[in-house]
């Protein structure tokens, strides 16, 4: 158990539609990133945020968007769904803005 | 643009033999390297790392090689045992503001008892 918390664990919906997927990540970290991964495919990174604010980005699309809070807790959400979207989505924590980072268990999303 | 390769989508290996994952990258900028393991239905979990100033890390059975010049590294665990069967992703951090980390597609290791 990373500490990492990610919820839902899996999601069905249908194209044209908008999901949220949330994280709570390990108590003391400050960081969090998010990070897709489709089939076949290596991790790409997404977005990362440092107590609060957006510190780095990836290949996110416009149609995405991620905040976190003041409890540190993180979403992301994503709207207008496309059948390309389906993959596993990752949150991670590290306690800084650099060093080892700590994985969920994933949020697998279906776009039908 | 895969700027973190690792060309073997799996690799089967005997109980107690060395097993050996390599990774390549075209970004000689990159400043720290890392290998994380992933079981089916869990997140990856951090295994070692080695900075670019060096050339080897070891940490128990487990030990990462970087080879700058030719832009390669590989992770060798010795001895390879049935719990070590997983994915293996190796990852490179690009210097700069952040910690992205850009991770290779991995590489599916079996351990045969």
């Known amino acids: 158990d990373s500490g990492v918390t990610q919820t839902p664990k899996h999601l069905i919906t249908a194209t044209g539609q908008r999901v949220t997927l949330r994280c709570s990540p390990r108590?003391?970290?400050?960081?969090v990133y998010w990070y897709q991964q489709s089939l076949d495919q290596g991790l790409q990174f997404l977005i990362q945020?440092?107590?609060?604010?957006?510190?780095a980005k990836g290949n996110i699309l416009e149609r995405f968007s991620a905040q976190q809070f003041p409890d540190l807790h993180s979403e992301l959400n994503l709207s207008s769904l496309e059948l390309g979207d389906s993959a596993l989505y990752f949150c991670a924590s590290s306690v800084g803005g650099f060093g080892e980072l700590f994985f969920g268990e994933g949020s697998r999303l279906t776009v039908l | 643009d895969q700027q973190v390769k690792q060309n073997s989508p799996s690799l089967s290996v005997q109980e107690g033999r060395i097993s050996i994952l390599n990774c390549d990258y075209t970004?000689?900028?990159?400043?720290?390297f890392l290998w994380y393991k992933k079981y089916p239905a869990e997140g990856p979990t951090f295994l070692i790392s080695?900075?670019?100033?060096?050339d080897k890390n070891e940490d128990g059975r487990f030990t990462v090689f970087l080879n700058k010049s030719a832009k390669h590294l590989s992770l060798h665990i010795v001895p390879s045992q049935p719990g070590d069967s997983a994915v293996y992703f190796c990852?490179?951090?690009?210097?700069?503001?952040?910690?992205?980390?850009?991770f290779g597609a991995g590489t599916i290791l079996r351990v045969k008892s």
């Open positions: 108590s003391g970290d400050l960081s």
């Open positions: 080695i900075s670019s100033i060096k």
């Open positions: 945020y440092y107590n609060g604010e957006e510190r």
């Open positions: 990852a490179a951090t690009p210097p700069g503001y952040g910690n992205k980390l850009v």
């Open positions: 970004n000689s900028m990159f400043d720290y």
